[in-house]
Structures are given as C-alpha cells and as structure tokens.
C-alpha cells in the first residue's frame, strides 16, 4: 500500500498493522540505479547519451520542493516517447517535447501555482533540460530548441491548422493519431482557434503514448467539448460518464440485475457502461474526475496502469483493453468546491497530465465568428470587451457584485448573448441579451446599475433596458418584452383560477425566463425566502398552459429518486398510469367548444362518451382502492372494470378520424394506450408471478411527458446529485423534447 498523508489514503491501525510483518520500500533515487534503468529502455544505442540529461533533470526537479515529484513512472514515459518519436521529430525535439508531456503541460495540477509561477518555472526546466542537452551534444544548440511556441506554449501562438484530409491520420503537425472505423464528422468545433489550437496540440502529443489523459482547466474553457470533438473528427465513438459522489464500481462495470426467465425471476448480469466501451474499443471520458468517491478511483487503478485490464468477481472473467480503447478524464480545480477535492498522487501519476488555458479575446471572436457570421465584428468584439472586463472588475478588482460571487463569465456567456442577437427579430437592437444574461444574476440595485455603466461605456448606446415592458396573451402566444413563446393550447383545462397575480415587479424577470425557455437554456432562480420564485413559474406555467411538477430536494435526496429505479411489478402502479393518461386525453376532448360543427349523430355519441366516462368515475370513486389496499387485497380487490375505457378510448379514437379537432392527441396515442390496456386486461386475468420492472423517477416522466420541472431547494441537494442531473439533462435538451423545461430554484 501507499503510505497515508496522501489525499484518501489513510494509516492502517497499529492493532492491524502489529500483525503484519511490516516492511518500508524505498523510492529508487540513486542516479546510477536511474541511468542504468534509462540505458536499458531506449531502443536505440544511440539515444542512450539522453539518460544522462534525463536521469540529471529528475534529481535536479525533486529537489526544488515544488510539491511536485518525478518518479520511475515518468522516467519511463518520457524514454517511450523519445523512442516512439525520435524519427519524425528528430532526437533533440523529442527529447523537449517528452518533457512537455510528463510534466511542464500539466505543470499547474495539484500545485496550486499561480500562472506567472507556472510560466517561470516552465522556462526555468526548459533552460536545464537544453544546458544539459549542450553538455551531451558537446556544441552549441539551434535557438529554435528554446522558443516556447514551438512546444504549445507562449502568448506569440502562430495560426496551426488542422490536418482532417489524409484518409489514415489526423492531427496537428507533428502529432497525429490514426482515425477510428466511424464516420469523421467534421464541424461543430473550431480547432484553429489560437489558443485551442494550443490546447489541441498538447492533447495530441499525450495520445502518442497509450497512457491515459487528464485534462483540468477552468469551467467553459472546453474541456469535454475537445475531446468529443477530438473524437468526432478523428472517426472515433467516445463514451462520456459523469462521475459524482454517488457513483459506484457497479455503475461503470455492472451488476447483476433481475430478469425475467423461464422459471421467473432470474438475475443476470449486465454489463456496465465502462466494461460495454472497452469491449468495444470505445474511447471513454470521465468528467469531473474529482467529484468520485476514493473506491471508484482504486477501482480504476488496473484500468489505467500498464496492466490495462479489468477482472470482474462477479463473473471470474478478466476482460483486456483493446488499442482503440483510451481513456480520458476531465475536471475543474479543486479549488472550484462542490465536492472536489484533491486526487492521490499514486492516481494521478497514471495519467499524462495536461492543462487547458483558458481562452483569450482572439479565441472568443474566433469561435463567435465561426458560429455567427451573420454578426458584425465590432459587435463581437464589443461583445467579448464587455464580458471580460465584468469577469475583471468583479472577481479581479471586486469593485462590485460581491454579493453572490464567485461568478462565472466565459465562452458560454458571449455564445448566449450571440445566440439571442441572432434571434432576435430586430437586429438593430444590441442589448436584447443584456438583461437576461447578465443582469438578472446580479442581486441588488447598485450591481445592475454598475453593470449597465459598463454596457454605456463598451457599446456607445444608452441601454433600453428600463423600458416598460407589456404583457400579451392570446390564443397562440405569450408575449413579454421582447420574448415570447408558444401557448401549449391543448393543456388549457390544467389552468386554474387562483391567488397568483402579474405584478409590474416581476414582468422582467418573467421576460428572462421566457427566453431561457424559447433557447432551451437550463434556468436556476435565486432569491430570499417566500420571494415569489416559484410562483413565478407556476404564473408562467398558466399563462402558457403548460404543466408543473415540481421535485423539493433535500441533502438526503438520491438519484434513483430523480432518474428512477428497479421495483417489484405492481399492477396497480400501471392502472393508475392508464386511467391517469385516459383522463387527460377526456379532459381535453371535453374542454372543446360546442361552437364546433358537430353533426347531430356526433352530438349523441358525444353525450354517449360522457354517460360512459362518467360511470367509469362513478365506479372508480365506490371503489376507492389505494395501493396499499390493492397490495393487501391482491386479486380480489374490485376495480372498476377496463372494457368500459376501451371503449371510451375506441369512440375517441374514431372521432379523431372524422373531424379535424384541435387537439393534441393523435390516432397514434390513442392506439398506444389501447395497447396497454389489453396488455393490462390479459395480466389481470391471468396470476403473475413475483417479477421486477424498471420504474422511471419524476424527472424522467416529466421529460416523456414534455411537462415542466422545477427542483425546489436546489443548494440543499449533494451538489453531485444537482451536477449529475444538470449533466444529464444537457444531453436530454440536445434532443428535441417538446415542451420539455426545467428550472432549479435556490435560496441565497
């Protein structure tokens, strides 16, 4: 074992350790031990003279104290690179760039050096490294050895561009990787921009090694977006896997789970997402790699060392990583809280570590202008000047918005202030975004109006922003300022009259949330307690018929709860699931006006579909079976009988077929809820056995339903459990879910 001290490490007792026979192994440290290790690994005789610049660079690096150590792993990750490079670069090159990659790109990680520190450290390694390649070369070196730029780093970047066209490889010249069996899809992420061209580069030279790579910068910089894109481009499938607190080795590996068999319920194994992408050559990204529990990151220990395999108890099976299989990791800093914390350095030594800068004001424009040609350049760039000096005047200088800091302003900032210039039907209207994207997230008056000083001062035009803003409502819209979204008509019997009241107070931050819900943006509301936060959506909801559930969280809330679970099959849970849908599908089809043309035949079958729904309520209330009951009587208990929906449904059914009528439902959900209730009638009539059945949670119903979610208390939540659902549902809204919004309420 590890000694204790180390993040997650911790001593065994001495009751423990007194029956153990102990024994310290030192760390190998003697330069000679070290050179004649080095001598051995190098596959060419000649290249064996750089075991000297090596060997002396470790022994000079571990003893400046920077918190930082090199060990035998590192030595024998840079001799690989030199020996798998030397031929394309040139022995000198690959000599620098082996140091790049064991250590000065990932220089900042679990150092906690400020960036000048970082900088002068890295020129600093990179002089000793040349003074001793002079010593074994005996003449004096090209100056272009000693240029940064040549390596990823430096401010003076020139332009690299990308290499997608050859049909075996892609890259940044001279790093590439061979392209993977899937199509490449080529767009969506802009690699020429300067600093990602940087970024890009260093990832690229950690993939000439079959090492695993951790990537750890800033939130917003790109982290996952580069490795996803990295993957799409160069034809490969890549697994993305949140990890959180809550994550277990049989999350990514599998369990056994029931099933049923020939002689009922049976557990078979299943296999986990992790074990599914190495059987597949996957590659796979672990995001917010700090976030998991310490069992999860021994778990992975085999996986990501020169074992590179995986045995699973469960089935006395060892299961080896194929080449294509790679894995990647991403996080923010620890010091970002929420969980993280730091990773043991035996963990960390696995990976080939690299830090990704964060984006500077040519990148803004660069990626802006790749996604939004449309927008003038002096607006971009007014854009990108306003965003950054808010980052500098609040979080550098804290000249003001202290109150609710820290704040974030980056790449997604400008993009959706872009996205909403672009949609925005009056172009001549610069400040649509202003309001939504900045202001809303201050907290008093004194911030906004601090804000809207700097939004004078960059754009040269006086903000509309105190304009009066009017509501309207019609039978097709909802319109609030300038934002606007379609009315869910087909849901107007939800609509109730209540205590609710549209106050001039709320009218901007009704406006807001309309354009979080016409982008699709995830919207979080923050305020005192009894503020009216969820009021505010509940009016929004009404106004525009659309239904609300809504999840209170608390610290003890778990994911299964959200997401859902295995449960013991109930047939009551799916009879109420039915009756519950028919009753909708009723409500609608009554809450149409009589001013519809119905013919006479019509008007009778119609009252005749009332007679019937109104019995089967009738029987339903005499019933009054709740599922405890129903549990406890089994069979025998009473339940108003199926046929009678059937047929309502059936009349439905053909009426839709007749008239056009202006409802949501379609002959199609018609015929699926048919379905499930002469699938309910056959199980009813027939004694099932005890079987398990995946139940889905709230939020995933919600997202089947295209209903509203509000999650209540949202920062009393384990804030992995609100990360994993956040992370979840960015994936969810990349599809098109109609109706589908979610809001997280937060009290300050």
């Given amino acids: 074992m590890n000694p204790g001290g180390d993040y997650g490490k911790k001593e065994l007792s001495p009751a423990l350790r007194n029956r153990f026979t102990e024994l310290w192994v030192p760390a190998v440290t003697d330069v000679d031990e070290l050179k004649s290790i080095a001598v051995e690994r190098f596959s060419k005789a000649e290249l064996s003279c750089f075991g000297d610049c090596i060997v002396n660079f470790l022994k000079w690096f571990n003893h400046l104290h920077t918190g930082r150590m090199l060990t035998i792993r590192d030595l024998l990750s840079w001799i690989s690179f030199i020996n798998l490079t030397e031929m394309k670069l040139g022995s000198q090159q690959a000599l620098i760039h082996g140091l790049f990659l064991v250590l000065l790109d990932g220089l900042t990680l679990g150092m906690n050096l400020a960036k000048s520190e970082a900088t002068e450290l890295r020129r600093t390694c990179m002089s000793f490294i040349l003074e001793e390649l002079r010593k074994v070369e005996g003449k004096p070196l090209n100056s272009r050895l000693n240029d ?113 068999g020939e002689n009922g319920i049976e557990f078979a194994w299943s296999d986990g997402i992790l074990l599914q992408a190495l059987k597949n050559g996957s590659w796979v990204l672990l995001d917010e790699l700090n976030l998991a529990p310490q069992s999860v990151l021994e778990g992975l220990n085999a996986i990501l060392d020169h074992r590179a395999e995986v045995y699973i108890p469960e089935l006395g099976q060892t299961y080896k990583c194929p080449q294509s299989f790679r894995v990647f990791a991403c996080q923010n800093p620890s010091s970002q809280g929420g969980g993280r914390k730091g990773l043991p350095k035996s963990f960390l030594n696995r990976f080939t570590k690299v830090y990704v800068d964060e984006l500077k004001e040519d990148d803004y424009f660069s990626i802006c202008k790749s996604e939004y040609p449309l927008l003038s350049d002096d607006l971009l760039r007014n854009l990108i000047c306003f965003n950054n000096r808010l980052f500098t005047d609040t979080m550098i200088h804290r000249k003001y918005g202290q109150e609710g800091s820290p704040w974030e302003f980056n790449l997604r900032d400008i993009m959706r202030s872009c996205q909403m210039i672009a949609d925005s039907p009056d172009t001549s209207k610069n400040d649509c975004f202003l309001n939504t994207v900045y202001l809303q997230r201050m907290r008093t008056a004194v911030d906004r109006n601090e804000v809207l000083k700097l939004f004078e001062e960059v754009f040269q035009i006086k903000p509309s922003i105190h304009q009066s803003k009017m509501l309207y409502v019609n039978a097709h819209c909802l319109v609030v300022g300038n934002a606007s979204i379609r009315r869910n008509n087909s849901r107007s019997y939800a609509v109730q009259i209540n205590q609710l009241n549209i106050l001039p107070g709320i009218l901007h931050s009704l406006e807001a949330a309309i354009h979080c819900i016409h982008q699709g943006w995830l919207c979080i509301l923050v305020g005192q307690h009894s503020s009216g936060k969820t009021s505010l959506i509940r009016l929004l909801a009404q106004l525009s018929g659309n239904t609300v559930n809504e999840l209170n969280l608390s610290s003890a809330t778990d994911v299964s709860e959200l997401l859902g679970c295995f449960e013991q099959y109930n047939f009551f849970r799916h009879y109420k699931e039915v009756i519950s849908q028919v009753e909708r599908y009723v409500n609608e089809y009554f809450s149409l006006s009589m001013d519809i043309r119905w013919k006479k035949d019509l008007i009778m079958v119609r009252k005749g579909l009332f007679e019937k729904w109104f019995k089967f309520v009738v029987a339903k209330k005499y019933s009054s079976i709740d599922t405890s009951t129903f549990i406890e009587m089994g069979r025998n208990a009473s339940l108003p009988p199926l046929s009678l929906v059937i047929d309502i449904v059936e009349q439905m059914k053909s009426d839709l077929e007749l008239l056009d009528l202006p409802i949501s439902l379609t002959k199609d959900d018609l015929s699926k809820t048919l379905k499930s209730i002469y699938s309910l009638q056959q199980k009813e009539a027939l004694h099932q056995p005890v079987k398990f059945e995946w139940v889905a949670g709230d939020l995933i119903r919600a997202i089947e339903r295209g209903e509203w979610v509000i999650l209540d208390n949202a920062n009393l939540c384990n804030p992995t459990v609100c990360l994993l659902i956040s992370c979840t549902l960015s994936f969810i809204l990349q599809f098109d879910f109609a109706n589908f919004c979610f809001f997280a309420l937060s009290g300050t």
């Fill in 148 to 260: 940064l730029k040549n390596y990823g780093w430096g401010d003076d970047i020139t332009k690299t561009d990308i290499d997608c066209n050859h049909p075996d490889d892609f890259g940044i010249a001279p790093f590439y990787i061979t392209k993977g069996h899937f199509a490449c899809k080529q767009q969506g992420f802009l690699f020429t921009a300067p600093t990602t061209s940087k970024n890009v580069l260093r990832v690229l030279r950690g993939m000439q090694l079959p090492k695993p790579l951790l990537l750890e910068g800033s939130p917003g910089v790109g982290k996952t977006s580069l490795i996803m894109s990295l993957a799409g481009f160069s034809g490969h499938n890549v697994v993305r896997i949140n990890l959180s607190e809550q994550t277990d080795m049989m999350d990514l590996l599998g369990s056994d789970l029931p099933l049923e």
